[in-house]
């Protein structure tokens, strides 16, 4: 990998750290250039009139909805990070690492509920879903990955917590979404990633109707939970499931994400938290 070369932008939007760091959690800007999500993570009193070229006007919810206008205000919230990878791989410090950058927002992971105070948190710069989604460049991957590496390393971090925006609030966020190559961290000892087995391209639907209820469903529910996903364990294909299992394919199965319960879901499932909690 690349020698890490940090540029230093200080940005005012941060507290104090009320949790000891165990996560590093992985966005999309989710804007049209790097230099425009620099600005805004710096902004003290950021306005949507200021970065109307550079946002979605319809941003979309995980599920391809479109957001309501609640969800929309100017003024916008304040944000940062504590690192901004470009797209030409160019690493920009926002936020010291001792101090607790606002980048998370409402979110459940492994039991933790203040994932801004317990992670670091790295925005790479990419369009993401309301902007077509790009390819991630290959040099902006390599430098992710060396910052990653270093963070894990320095911090004594467990690598199953790296962990994407989407997992920690998947009824929000879809970030870094499904062009994100997780596999791959994975195999670099900086993720988790289930082993191959029969059922991999098995995508019979068992439960693809909203409002089921069936005890399947709950033991589905039970392995996400053991996962880390803060999902109700109540037997119901409902609103709150199908935004974790999209998460969760998101990640572990980006080639079909249906929110949906089919063959594959239910083995993927079952081998990741395997990983996470062996018999």
């Known amino acids: 990998m690349m020698p890490l070369e940090i ?26 250039s ?21 946002i979605p006007t319809n941003p979309l919810l995980p599920d391809g909805t479109p957001a309501p206008k609640t969800l929309v205000p100017s003024p916008m919230s304040r944000v940062s990070s504590h690192y901004l990878v470009y797209e030409d791989g160019r690493i920009f410090q926002l936020v010291d690492e001792s101090k607790r950058a606002w980048h998370a927002g409402r979110g459940f992971w492994d039991g933790e509920t203040d994932m801004n105070s317990a992670s670091i948190g790295i925005e790479i710069a990419n369009g993401g879903d309301d902007f077509g989604l790009p390819d991630y460049p290959e040099v902006q991957i390599e430098r992710v990955m060396a910052l990653v590496a270093d963070i894990v390393s320095r911090h004594g971090l467990d690598r199953q917590h790296v962990i994407g925006h989407s997992d920690l609030a998947p009824m929000r966020k879809s970030d870094p979404g499904e062009k994100f190559p997780w596999k791959r961290f994975a195999e670099a000892g900086l993720s988790i990633w289930p082993e191959p087995a029969l059922e991999d391209g098995d995508q019979r639907n068992l439960f693809d109707v909203d409002g089921m209820m069936d005890r399947g469903i709950a033991a589905v529910q039970t392995g996400l939970g053991t996962i880390g996903y803060g999902v109700t364990v109540n037997g119901i294909l409902d609103t709150e499931t199908r935004a974790t299992l999209r998460a969760f394919q998101r990640r572990f199965r980006p080639s079909k994400v249906d929110g949906f319960i089919d063959v594959e879901t239910v083995s993927l499932v079952g081998r990741v938290a395997a990983i996470l909690r062996p018999a």
């Open 34 to 54: 790097a230099d425009a999500a620099l600005r805004v993570l710096s902004d003290p009193a950021p306005m949507r009139t200021a970065y109307l070229n550079d």
């Open 7 to 32: 540029i230093q932008s200080p940005s005012p939007n941060f507290d104090e750290r009320k949790r000891p760091i165990r996560f590093v959690v992985l966005h999309y800007t989710g804007m049209q």
